[in-house]
């Protein structure tokens, strides 16, 4: 089953924009990951944050983990007409769980140039 | 660094046939998962391996699926008496147990179409 809600289900925005998306989930986390899904290159994995963090960057990547509300949101800065695909956020709980995924239903993200 | 691989990309086959789908990890990996993913949907984890042992089978896993990993190297899904509601992207995903990393790699997918 589906860990939670991602916000929006889908973005469209012109280039040079920032894109937010946005995921609840409903169970204890060990850690929060985000990956990309385009028809050219599949599931790609973007950035890990951890229970204990609270922001992490990578780039133009900007993602922030709110345990007590059980969300996390992706920032994507300056956006390009190559980030089109939809993101998905996905959660392991750790323990007997090792690295099992489960991911939220996805925002789909149009970036015009 | 070859990447994780799937075959076929796509199979179409009759409902109440047996199909199977083999997934070649990276080789240094030593789990391997599959997930399920329909349109619209983010994938849905159905099996994981650590080496050869099956470790955890999600629920979704009828007694219709099965997976194997024969010598911890590559795996295999076998669907039998497929159903239209298998109609699906299958995809497989493999890591590497070192500390704390837990990036998965993820294969192209095999898209399956019961008719």
């Known amino acids: 089953s589906q860990q939670g809600e991602e916000d929006p289900q889908a973005l469209s925005i012109q280039e040079g924009e920032n894109a937010t998306m946005n995921c609840s989930y409903k169970t204890s986390i060990n850690n929060l990951q985000w990956y990309r899904q385009n028809s050219g290159r599949g599931l790609v994995h973007l950035i890990l944050i951890r229970s204990n963090e609270r922001e992490k960057h990578s780039g133009r990547l900007r993602v922030t983990l709110d345990t007590s509300k059980k969300s996390s949101s992706l920032l994507i800065t300056a956006s390009r007409a190559a980030d089109t695909a939809s993101y998905f956020c996905a959660t392991n709980a750790g323990g007997t769980s090792y690295g099992k995924l489960t991911f939220g239903q996805g925002t789909i993200l149009t970036v015009h140039p | 660094d070859t990447g994780v691989s799937q075959d076929p990309r796509h199979k179409i086959t009759k409902r109440g046939q047996n199909v199977t789908f083999r997934c070649d990890p990276i080789?240094?990996?030593?789990?391997l998962y599959w997930y399920r993913q329909t349109l619209g949907q983010g994938p849905e984890f159905l099996t994981y391996?650590?080496?050869?042992?099956?470790?955890?089978k999600s629920r979704l896993l009828s007694d219709r699926f099965s997976a194997e990993r024969p010598k911890g190297s590559f795996s295999t899904l076998e669907i039998q008496r497929t159903e239209q509601g298998d109609s699906a992207m299958y995809l497989c995903a493999s890591d590497l147990t070192m500390g704390d990393k837990y990036e998965q790699y993820f294969g192209p997918g095999t898209r399956l179409t019961v008719t």
């Open positions: 080789s240094e990996h030593n789990r």
């Open positions: 391996f650590q080496n050869e042992a099956q470790l955890e």
